[in-house]
């Protein structure tokens, strides 16, 4: 779940600009990120394999996954266009992870924004301290994306 995180954290800087035409303040709808985290609007019930990782994003992972999501903090709490968002993530790899490709399906409702295979070990070079391969253990990484202020606002759900 570990590389999950990382993937996540990811993912914000190098596709910013796809998430940042569905994210706001908070999500109307449920967005899809990756197998391993969502975004998802307040509101919404979760199903039974979700656990709430904070008030936005969700983990969907599996058990027999190779990492497990720990801890993932977003400051602001919601993302905001216009301003940085800043990921902390810690998370534990059980498994010598020696490369890595994530497809990444990013959805706004029914309509699909994002649907790209992304090199994992090419955006922890580009975008951390990190490098494969990932060691098993437990990992924490750093990240600051900007969500560009040009994109279209998304409603707000109190």
């Not at 197998?35 to 509101?43: E, N, P, V």
């Not at 400051?75 to 498994?95: L, M, T, W």
């Not at 437990?138 to 707000?156: D, F, M, W």
Request: charged residues 25%.
């Amino acid at each position: 779940m570990r590389l999950l995180f990382v993937i996540f954290c990811l993912l914000v800087l190098s596709i910013n600009q796809a998430l940042a035409k569905i994210w706001q303040e908070k999500a109307k709808e449920y967005l899809s990120i990756v197998k391993g985290a969502s975004l998802r609007s307040k509101q919404r019930v979760l199903a039974d394999n979700e656990i709430p990782l904070n008030k936005v994003v969700v983990d969907l992972s599996g058990e027999n996954d190779l990492m497990k999501i720990e801890e993932l903090t977003l400051d602001p709490e919601y993302p905001q266009r216009g301003r940085n968002i800043s990921v902390y993530a810690r998370a534990y790899i059980k498994e010598r992870i020696e490369k890595a490709t994530a497809r990444v399906v990013v959805k706004y409702g029914i309509i699909r924004l994002v649907n790209s295979d992304y090199d994992l070990c090419e955006l922890l070079a580009e975008n951390t301290e990190e490098r494969c391969p990932l060691e098993p253990g437990l990992h924490e990484i750093n990240v600051v994306a900007y969500v560009p202020a040009y994109v279209p606002p998304v409603s707000r759900s109190s």
